[in-house]
């Protein structure tokens, strides 16, 4: 079974639709005025102890000693671990490219300020933190690669002195014959850009509960997590378990903006629990942590981009070298910010041929980590900024040298260069409707105005793509492996005809759980108040990867809509028996499945429902008494990607054109 | 550590007697000491409006202040805001619902806190009254476009007669 994706709400399967698409109430937040959501830092455990870290003040640093031994001896103190523990227990994290993952705690040496090298659980945080004044750690300073241009020098100093240099990954994709454009044009323009590292600052901050079961050799984490599934996976293999005995709980969180993270913190305080004999301990990273070295910084890039252009302000040709800082390493992956942009590389342009020289480079910096829909900003920035200064070259407006060289609407499905299809756009339309929102004539007569009063006030036109609902094959190019990537719902009928969905991802503040509930009333024809949605962590989820890279909303409602559909052949089934006609004469709609066109033959779904649970002797043969069912939705049609990284990889190709006095 | 204070106060109408150090914030003692958990803690150090609660009718960051200070106070937190009795929102929460003036709701008790000091001081507030009444709480979600809807909506509400009254903290 397939799941189309509705594009509009009259495309929803069901006759009346009294949620899709119209003005509904969240779900979500009752709650969440009231205060009663459960966020990380309101779980309280029996016993619980509480975590603080002792983070490198130095950027590059070979540690030579540790004396732990009085904070070991504080009244309140539980355990406190060193990298000389995290050695014993546990590995670096994975990375992709492999080889460049760091252990939570620093092993050996830091390498960069804000690294956790020492961590205390203790009786409440006051204790923890009075515990780490009584640690000292012995430095021998090294010498530190400040930035991307300094780390690729030769001779500089090696953060990972097991690699060969501070290449992380140097790769060059030609899509198209990429010279003879640029040969053939008529003007080339070039520039270099830099954009500044920036931060994702959720209001919350990142938290977590570990518990190590030392009997069972088991680990269950509660925390603040955007990617439960793939957390609990990396957790095995960092901290040598089963993946089958790593729980992850995902608790409702304070927004992410991808830049939750917490691999490093949620390490800490599994081994801190381990050490202290399984007591559950907590942590709850402090906004000054956040700023330092949390997982919220991303995108520190240099570039040097050129266009290739036709006399009349065709764009033939884009070029981008790109010298990209990940900081200390790949833990964060980071490094898929730099692929995502080969999504919609040529943005909303008809452009032939594309070069993507990158070189991505670790620097003693902080680690990045993916940040809102994972990267094509600066990219973006590069392009946009090249139109506008090819439109001043050939004496063109901004706006039409844009509308010059969109795909056109009847060119879609269109495949741009770099391999991926874009779906649909209608890129005029939109920067139409902004020109006329932002009265783009009056805006430019004011500015001659004001320049003939000897002032500068400037303009910008700004037309993207989005790529949206993420594939791993979009990350083939650092050396991520996989197609498809899951995302389940469980829809559960009950005996009084109340319906539960079952998810595996939780709050984040996008309204998920609302979307679900909206699907799920409209399917069966019930009331949106009969519906709840509920976590469920990783040990019992469907297979799901949550909120990222711009996917859930419609993951989820393909999930949810599979799985409705399941149990609509069940219920169709079930009645078709019970009331002697064939499955296709009946429908659903209005809670009941009845026969079309004879009113008063219907069953409720709470009787069909019941029926399923209570009467085995009624069912077809065969028939489960399970009036529920799991769908795991997958974008279709999503390619293996050729040698220079050319696929179907993201699903949805949003547009969006911005106008700017 | 230092010896243990006594700290009696009053939330939300109920009176607490606790032994508390010197250094614990009013924050961490609402959270952890009182189980009091609607009220988040965003920054730590003042500048995001996560924490506010009213001590005494006036709206504080609660991060910024010691539980010793309150001793002999009357506070009101979000959970102060709901009628005890029947469950239901508090008119300023409702407005927030239904204008959308949430994502993640992390920040959110704040900004209700900071515009029920706002509405029972001013009822009928100019836009520059929200702004600079709201401009001591950060949301990174919202936009604040939403937020501004909700409190224009509970201002209204409570200009055609909605009571926000809060009798506990009189």
Redesign the interface.
């Known amino acids: 079974m397939s799941i189309e994706i509705p594009g509009l709400p009259e495309d929803m399967p069901g006759a009346e639709l009294k949620y899709v698409g119209k003005d509904v109430?969240?779900i979500?937040?009752?709650?969440?005025?009231?205060?009663?959501?459960?966020?990380i830092?309101?779980l309280?455990l029996p016993n619980m102890a509480h975590c603080a870290m002792l983070r490198s003040p130095h950027p590059h640093a070979r540690i030579t000693g540790y004396d732990t031994s009085a904070a070991e001896a504080l009244p309140g103190v539980a355990a406190v671990i060193t990298g000389e523990d995290v050695k014993r227990w546990a590995n670096p994290v994975t990375t992709a490219p492999e080889g460049w993952g760091s252990y939570c705690l620093a092993v050996d040496k830091v390498r960069f300020v804000g690294e956790p090298v020492v961590a205390v659980a203790a009786e409440s945080r006051?204790?923890a933190e009075?515990a780490l004044e009584l640690v000292n750690v012995e430095y021998e300073l090294l010498p530190v690669a400040a930035t991307a241009e300094e780390a690729i020098k030769e001779g500089a100093p090696r953060l990972f002195e097991e690699n060969e240099s501070n290449v992380i990954l140097s790769k060059t994709y030609d899509w198209g014959d990429v010279d003879q454009v640029f040969a053939d044009a008529d003007h080339v323009v070039s520039e270099a850009f830099s954009w500044n590292r920036v931060g994702a600052?959720?209001?919350?901050t990142f938290g977590c509960v570990s518990t190590w079961d030392t009997l069972n050799n088991s680990l269950t984490i509660h925390g603040s997590f955007q990617t439960p599934g793939f957390m609990a996976l990396g957790r095995a293999f960092s901290l040598n378990l089963p993946t089958n005995k790593v729980k992850v709980v995902s608790h409702?969180?304070?927004?992410s903006?991808g830049g939750k993270g917490g691999p490093r913190g949620s390490e800490i305080s599994s081994l801190l629990s381990r050490k202290a004999g399984g007591r559950a301990v907590k942590y709850?990273e402090?906004?000054?942590e956040y700023l330092l070295a949390g997982a919220g910084q991303s995108w520190d890039r240099r570039y040097d981009a050129s266009l290739a252009l036709k006399a009349d302000g065709t764009v033939t040709g884009f070029k981008v070298k790109l010298l990209d800082d990940q900081g200390a390493g790949a833990e964060g992956y980071g490094t898929i910010s730099i692929a995502k942009p080969i999504a919609a590389f040529t943005g909303c342009y008809r452009i032939e041929a594309a070069r993507y020289d990158l070189n991505v480079v670790a620097t003693n910096r902080a680690p990045t980590y993916p940040y809102r829909g994972y990267g094509p900003p600066p990219h973006n920035y590069v392009l946009e900024s090249l139109m506008d200064i090819a439109a001043q070259k050939l004496g063109l407006d901004v706006a039409e040298i844009r509308r010059r060289n969109y795909i056109p609407p009847e060119a879609f499905p269109y495949t741009i260069p770099s391999g991926n299809e874009y779906d649909s756009g209608q890129y005029e339309v939109t920067l139409d409707a902004a020109l006329d929102l932002a009265d783009y004539k009056a805006l430019r007569e004011e500015q001659a105005r004001a320049r003939e009063e000897g002032r500068l006030v400037g303009i910008g036109v700004c037309s993207v793509v989005e790529p949206g609902v993420f594939d791993w094959n979009a990350y083939t190019t650092v050396g991520i492996q996989g197609i498809g990537v899951p995302e389940g719902a469980k829809v559960s009928v009950d005996i009084m005809g109340q319906i539960t969905v079952t998810v595996g991802f939780s709050?984040?503040?996008?309204?998920q759980y609302t979307l679900a509930a909206q699907l799920v009333a409209d399917f069966f024809g019930v009331d949106m108040a009969s519906v709840r949605v509920a976590y469920a962590a990783t040990d019992v989820a469907p297979p799901h990867f949550g909120p990222g890279g711009s996917r859930l909303g419609v993951a989820i409602t393909g999930a949810v809509l599979g799985a409705c559909r399941k149990i609509e052949e069940k219920f169709k089934l079930v009645t078709a028996r019970l009331m002697q006609c064939e499955p296709a004469a009946l429908e659903l709609a209005d809670g009941l499945v009845r026969i079309k066109g004879v009113p008063g033959a219907e069953m409720h779904i709470a009787q069909v429902a019941g029926t399923m649970l209570a009467r085995s002797d009624l069912l077809p043969p065969g028939m489960e008494q399970s009036p529920e069912a799991t769908y795991v939705w997958t974008a279709p049609g999503r390619t293996e990607p050729d040698e220079q990284g050319r696929c179907k990889s993201y699903l949805t190709a949003a547009n969006a054109c911005h106008v700017v006095m | 550590?230092t010896t243990k204070q006594t700290v009696k106060v009053t939330v939300n109408g109920i009176a607490y007697e606790r032994q508390v150090?010197p250094?614990?914030t009013l924050v961490d003692f609402l959270?952890?000491e009182l189980?009091l958990?609607?009220?988040?803690?965003?920054?730590?150090?003042g500048v995001?409006g996560?924490c506010n609660i009213l001590v005494d009718g006036k709206a504080v960051r609660s991060c910024l202040m010691l539980a010793v200070q309150v001793d002999g106070a009357s506070l009101t937190?979000?959970?102060g805001?709901?009628n005890r009795d029947t469950g239901d929102?508090h008119p300023i929460?409702?407005a927030?619902?239904?204008e959308?003036g949430?994502?993640?709701?992390?920040?959110?008790?704040g900004f209700?806190m900071t515009t029920l000091e706002l509405l029972r001081d001013n009822p009928n507030p100019s836009e520059a009254d929200i702004k600079d009444a709201l401009g001591g709480n950060?949301?990174?979600?919202t936009g604040y476009e939403a937020i501004m809807k909700s409190v224009r909506l509970a201002a209204k509400r409570v200009q055609e007669g909605q009571d926000i009254g809060l009798t506990h903290t009189d």
Request: a negative charge; hydrophobic letters at 30%; one cysteine or more.
């Open positions: 109430k969240r979500e937040d009752p709650g969440l005025v009231a205060g009663t959501v459960e966020f830092d309101n309280d006051y204790i009075d600052n959720p209001m919350e409702p969180h304070g927004g903006f709850i402090d906004r000054v709050l984040e503040g996008q309204g | 550590m150090e250094r614990l959270r952890h189980h958990g609607g009220t988040h803690v965003g920054c730590e150090h995001c996560t937190t979000v959970e805001l709901r929102l929460q409702q927030f619902v239904d959308h949430m994502q993640c709701g992390f920040c959110t008790p209700l950060l949301c990174r979600c």
